[in-house]
Protein backbone atom coordinates (compact mmCIF):
# COMPACT_ATOMS: atom_id res chain seq x y z
CA UNK A 1 0.00 0.00 0.00
CA UNK A 2 1.45 2.80 -1.20
CA UNK A 3 1.24 6.09 1.17
CA UNK A 4 2.26 9.88 0.82
CA UNK A 5 2.44 11.64 3.80
CA UNK A 6 2.91 16.07 3.67
CA UNK A 7 3.93 18.10 6.18
CA UNK A 8 4.87 21.69 6.75
CA UNK A 9 2.37 23.54 5.53
CA UNK A 10 0.82 27.08 7.66
CA UNK A 11 0.07 30.77 7.79
CA UNK A 12 3.03 32.94 6.11
CA UNK A 13 2.73 36.89 5.72
CA UNK A 14 3.28 37.43 1.95
CA UNK A 15 6.71 37.45 0.66
CA UNK A 16 7.89 34.77 3.30
CA UNK A 17 8.78 31.08 2.84
CA UNK A 18 7.68 27.39 3.50
CA UNK A 19 9.15 23.94 2.76
CA UNK A 20 6.97 21.59 2.29
CA UNK A 21 7.78 17.70 2.55
CA UNK A 22 6.14 14.64 1.90
CA UNK A 23 7.18 11.14 2.96
CA UNK A 24 6.59 8.11 0.53
CA UNK A 25 6.07 4.40 1.60
CA UNK A 26 4.85 1.22 0.21
CA UNK A 27 6.69 1.03 -3.11
CA UNK A 28 10.44 1.61 -4.65
CA UNK A 29 10.38 5.01 -3.96
CA UNK A 30 13.59 5.98 -6.31
CA UNK A 31 12.32 4.37 -9.61
CA UNK A 32 9.08 6.98 -9.07
CA UNK A 33 8.48 10.62 -10.43
CA UNK A 34 6.93 13.20 -7.74
CA UNK A 35 4.70 16.09 -8.45
CA UNK A 36 3.21 18.75 -6.11
CA UNK A 37 -0.09 19.80 -7.24
CA UNK A 38 -2.47 22.14 -5.53
CA UNK A 39 -6.30 23.12 -5.18
CA UNK A 40 -7.49 26.53 -3.79
CA UNK A 41 -11.49 26.65 -2.71
CA UNK A 42 -13.64 26.15 -5.42
CA UNK A 43 -11.09 25.74 -8.25
CA UNK A 44 -9.82 22.65 -9.97
CA UNK A 45 -6.79 20.77 -8.49
CA UNK A 46 -4.14 21.92 -10.99
CA UNK A 47 0.00 21.33 -11.23
CA UNK A 48 2.83 22.75 -8.93
CA UNK A 49 6.57 21.06 -9.86
CA UNK A 50 7.21 17.74 -10.75
CA UNK A 51 10.27 15.73 -10.37
CA UNK A 52 11.47 12.60 -12.85
CA UNK A 53 12.36 9.53 -11.22
CA UNK A 54 16.31 10.57 -11.00
CA UNK A 55 15.67 13.47 -9.70
CA UNK A 56 17.26 15.07 -12.91
CA UNK A 57 14.54 16.54 -14.69
CA UNK A 58 11.73 18.97 -12.84
CA UNK A 59 9.46 21.18 -14.06
CA UNK A 60 7.17 23.91 -12.77
CA UNK A 61 3.88 25.36 -13.58
CA UNK A 62 4.48 29.19 -15.29
CA UNK A 63 2.99 30.65 -11.85
CA UNK A 64 5.61 29.27 -9.87
CA UNK A 65 8.66 29.03 -11.40
CA UNK A 66 11.78 31.35 -10.30
CA UNK A 67 9.93 31.25 -6.89
CA UNK A 68 9.17 27.61 -5.84
CA UNK A 69 11.87 24.39 -6.11
CA UNK A 70 11.23 20.77 -5.72
CA UNK A 71 13.36 18.38 -4.81
CA UNK A 72 13.95 14.39 -3.49
CA UNK A 73 16.24 12.98 -1.27
CA UNK A 74 15.72 8.99 -2.78
CA UNK A 75 17.82 8.03 0.61
CA UNK A 76 14.85 9.41 3.01
CA UNK A 77 12.43 8.85 0.85
CA UNK A 78 11.10 12.13 0.33
CA UNK A 79 9.95 15.21 -2.13
CA UNK A 80 10.55 18.49 -1.32
CA UNK A 81 8.72 21.97 -2.01
CA UNK A 82 10.52 25.17 -1.55
CA UNK A 83 8.49 28.07 -1.71
CA UNK A 84 9.83 31.40 -1.55
CA UNK A 85 8.19 34.56 -1.86
CA UNK A 86 4.85 33.66 -1.29
CA UNK A 87 1.46 35.52 -2.63
CA UNK A 88 -1.59 35.50 -1.29
CA UNK A 89 -2.73 34.01 -4.88
CA UNK A 90 -0.81 30.62 -3.39
CA UNK A 91 -3.40 30.26 -0.68
CA UNK A 92 -4.05 26.25 -1.22
CA UNK A 93 -4.00 22.92 -0.33
CA UNK A 94 -1.16 21.50 -1.03
CA UNK A 95 -1.07 17.73 -2.12
CA UNK A 96 2.04 15.25 -2.91
CA UNK A 97 0.85 12.58 -5.78
CA UNK A 98 3.44 10.07 -7.56
CA UNK A 99 2.20 8.16 -11.01
CA UNK A 100 1.25 4.64 -12.03
CA UNK A 101 4.83 4.02 -13.78
CA UNK A 102 7.88 3.40 -13.06
CA UNK A 103 10.90 5.70 -14.51
CA UNK A 104 8.47 8.61 -16.11
CA UNK A 105 9.50 11.54 -17.07
CA UNK A 106 7.79 14.80 -15.07
CA UNK A 107 3.77 13.89 -14.59
CA UNK A 108 2.02 17.07 -15.12
CA UNK A 109 -1.39 15.70 -15.64
CA UNK A 110 -3.89 14.40 -13.35
CA UNK A 111 -5.25 10.99 -15.07
CA UNK A 112 -1.83 9.84 -14.92
CA UNK A 113 -1.79 10.16 -10.99
CA UNK A 114 -1.73 6.96 -9.00
CA UNK A 115 -1.55 7.94 -5.65
CA UNK A 116 -2.03 11.45 -3.70
CA UNK A 117 -1.21 12.47 -0.07
CA UNK A 118 -3.89 13.88 1.96
CA UNK A 119 -3.10 17.19 1.39
CA UNK A 120 -1.54 20.09 3.98
CA UNK A 121 -2.89 23.65 3.87
CA UNK A 122 -0.85 26.45 2.89
CA UNK A 123 -2.57 30.19 3.74
CA UNK A 124 -0.81 33.56 2.63
CA UNK A 125 -2.08 36.29 4.11
CA UNK A 126 -1.48 39.85 2.63
Known amino acids: QVQLVESGGGLVQAGGSLRLSCAASGRSFSDYAMSWFRQAPEKERQFVAGINWSGGTTNYAGSVKGRFTISRDNAKNSVYLQMNSLKAEDTAVYYC???????????????????WGQGTQVTVSS
Open 97 to 115: ATPYSRWSRVVRTITDIAY
